[in-house]
């Protein structure tokens, strides 16, 4: 090869300042999560996070992908977890902080594309025994990474669980609501924060939002809107074996 190209490919190589493995598929390129991978997911280069209504207090949810994807095999349309959902359990459950920097730059990037200004943005907080035993609550990494990019101020406390209830998953819906009343409680006045945007990782049911916006209505709040990563609560969620 001539001098001049072989100096000019290392030059290239070098200018290259980000090569990443995609966290989904492990493919080399110059994102945390490949574009096909995003597809896959339901997420174009250019689309913006997707909104859904939300009962009140919640003005609206926000999400950047479904939990679930449809594919058609040879015996037809089957459902399995995204690329997304699968990179979300390796973060929650083998701790892959890779995984974690790369959802929480995709949903602060998403987020963003609200262009809604938001007061303080709190996260969804963990029992305090699932906390000790993961070390870390992966909703407030997400609201972090949002929080930072959206120029508001992150409360990681502002909501605390109120009762060490059950946990959510093997529940109905009707248990799931019985076991979450009052379950949330707001550790400061938020009436001088009155937009808040609550993040969580996951929505399947949307009770736990829906009692955590209303811990953050009693305390003041009047402009709720929530973000999660990614929406199971879709026609998808009678997929039961496979909720997060
Ligand atoms: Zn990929």
């Known amino acids: 090869m001539h001098r001049g190209s072989a100096l000019l490919l290392r030059l290239a190589g070098q200018l290259r300042s980000h090569t990443y493995i995609c966290i989904c598929c492990g493919s080399e390129g110059d994102r945390r999560v490949c574009p096909s991978c995003l597809r896959t997911s339901g997420i174009t280069e250019s689309s913006a996070i997707k909104t859904a209504p939300a009962g009140p207090p919640i003005k609206q949810l926000h999400y950047c992908a479904d939990y679930h994807i449809r594919t058609t095999t040879d015996t037809g349309p089957a459902i399995e977890d995204s690329p997304l959902a699968v990179a979300l359990r390796r973060?929650?459950?083998?701790?892959?902080?890779?995984?974690?920097?790369?959802?929480?730059?995709l949903m602060a990037r998403q987020t963003r594309a609200l262009e809604l200004e938001f007061d303080a943005v709190v996260p969804v907080p963990l029992h305090s025994n699932k906390l000790k035993q993961r070390g870390f609550n992966q909703s407030a990494w997400l609201a972090k990474a949002?929080?930072?990019?959206?120029g508001s101020r992150f409360f990681p406390c502002g909501l605390v669980r109120r009762l060490s209830g059950k946990p959510q998953c093997g529940l109905n819906g009707c248990e799931r609501r019985m076991n979450l009343s009052r379950a949330?409680?707001?550790q400061r006045d938020f009436s001088i924060y009155l937009r808040v945007l609550l993040v969580d990782d996951v929505i399947t049911t949307g009770t736990t939002l829906k009692q955590a916006g209303r811990a953050l209505f009693e305390a003041g709040a009047t402009d709720i809107h929530c973000a999660v990563l990614l929406n199971a609560s879709g026609p998808s969620q009678a997929h039961e074996t496979a909720s997060p």
């Open 91 to 105: 973060f929650k459950y083998c701790d892959d902080r890779r995984a974690g920097r790369a959802l929480a730059d």
């Open 146 to 150: 949002v929080a930072r990019s959206a």
């Open 184 to 186: 949330f409680r707001a």
